[in-house]
């Protein structure tokens, strides 16, 4: 069984490589960067974004915000790869980059947003953990 464990290794890295382009993007990237390095100098034991407290920034009930928007899915739809709906009814596109690749990829936009958003759903800005977080679980859907 010993040689195994670093044949799985080397499959997953290789499938990670392979699969990596479809959702690269330089300016994304810069991005996750930036949030990255404002998460740093915030708190010095940062130890990386998590997929999987991004998801659940996405999907959980929130409190602090505005009662009846608990939740970035009450817009945004129950998945990253289903279309939402604004309060008013407009349409909008699914969040997962795989979906949509224009995501997350003007930084004004994305300032704006999380700004707005995070105020609503929580009652404060989101901090630069939560987005990079966020950004991490829509890259990887
Ligand atoms: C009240 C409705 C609503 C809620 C709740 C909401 N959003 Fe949004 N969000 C929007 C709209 C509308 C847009 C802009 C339209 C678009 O990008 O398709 C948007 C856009 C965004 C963008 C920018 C996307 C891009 O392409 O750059 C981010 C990031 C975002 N939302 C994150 C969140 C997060 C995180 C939450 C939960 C904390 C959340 N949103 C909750 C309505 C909402």
Redesign the pocket.
């Known amino acids: 069984m010993k040689h195994i464990t670093p044949l799985i290794v080397a499959a997953a890295l290789i499938a990670g490589f392979i699969a990596a382009p479809a959702a690269a993007n330089p300016a994304r990237d810069a991005i996750v960067a930036g949030f990255k390095a404002e998460a740093q100098a915030a708190d010095s034991g940062f130890a990386g974004f998590s997929a999987d407290r991004g998801r659940a920034?996405?999907e959980n009930p929130?409190t602090g915000g505005e009662p009846e928007?608990p939740?970035?899915t009450?817009?945004?739809g129950k998945t990253p790869f289903g279309s939402?709906e604004?309060?008013t009814g407009?349409k909008?596109?699914p969040?997962a980059v795989s979906k949509n690749p224009?995501?997350?990829?003007?930084p004004e936009?994305?300032a704006k947003?999380?700004r707005r958003?995070?105020n609503?759903?929580?009652g404060r800005e989101?901090t630069p953990q939560e987005k990079g977080d966020?950004l991490t679980f829509m890259m990887s859907q």
């Not at 224009?102 to 003007?106: H, Q, S, V």
């Open positions: 920034i996405f929130h928007i939740s970035c009450t817009c945004h939402g604004t309060r407009k909008i596109d969040m224009e995501r997350y990829t003007d936009k994305v947003w999380f958003n995070c609503t759903v929580l989101c966020y």
